[in-house]
Each structure stands twice: as C-alpha cells, then as structure tokens.
C-alpha cells in the first residue's frame, strides 16, 4: 500500500527505471510484507537544473544517478524503516548500480482516512482492505 514516489535526473532507459521500481518493490515485499500486487509507483523525471540534493554536512557525493524517494504511507515503524533503508539502497545497488550514497528517502506517514483506492470511498474505513 504504500505508494512510492522516485524522483531521479531525466536520462534513464526504460529497462533502467524497470529496474529501479522492482528493486524498491522487492525491498518493500520483504520488510513491510505487503501483497505482492499492492504496487504504487510513479516516476518523475527532472533536469538535472531541477534537482538540488545535498548531503545536508554528512559528506555525502552525489551523482547524476541519485534519486528521491518519497514513501507515503501508515506508520511502520522506525526499526521497519531503517530495515527498508537498508534493503532498498542494497537492491538498487546490486540490481541497478545505484550507489546507497545516491539514494535519499523520506517518508510521509498518514492514516487510513487519507486513502482512496477509487470509486470515492475510503477502503480502509469501510472495511474493503
């Protein structure tokens, strides 16, 4: 359920950006354990101009390959999190040669009020999901 949000450098193929979405996929199945089809994801590409990421003092480099991923989702926890972390910048690594330095996530937590999967009804509250 949760939907996730990339936001990366325009440029990359479309088997690159397959990628990148499985990889988070994969790391949400195994840390959150959500359903397999509970996937959404949106990708939005900016010039390179449009997209200021610093490493906030941590010297942390970044490249044209970094990415922002904002998490919308119900509260997981913070041991959840961090093990999303961690998974995720692993498996974009490993299956997308991103580096974990070129990953930054930030979640925006919300209840099941703040959810319509369509048709005008909240399927948290009336018991749907």
Known sequence: ?????????????DAEIKAMLDAAHEAML?????????????VSEH??????VEDTGLDIPRTDRMLVLQMFSRPRGEAKNAAFYRRLTERLERDCGIVPSDVMVSVVEN???????GHGRAQFLTGEL
């Not at 936001?7 to 990359?12: A, K, N, S």
């Not at 195994?30 to 949106?42: A, H, L, M, N, T």
């Not at 010039?47 to 200021?52: A, L, P, Q, S, Y």
Request: net charge negative; proline share 5%.
């Open 1 to 13: 359920m949760p939907l996730l949000h990339f936001h990366v450098v325009e440029g990359r193929s």
């Open 30 to 42: 195994e840390v959150f354990e959500v359903p397999r089809g509970d996937r959404y994801q949106i």
């Open 111 to 117: 209840e099941d009020a703040h959810w319509s999967f």
């Open 47 to 52: 010039r390179k101009t449009h997209m200021i």
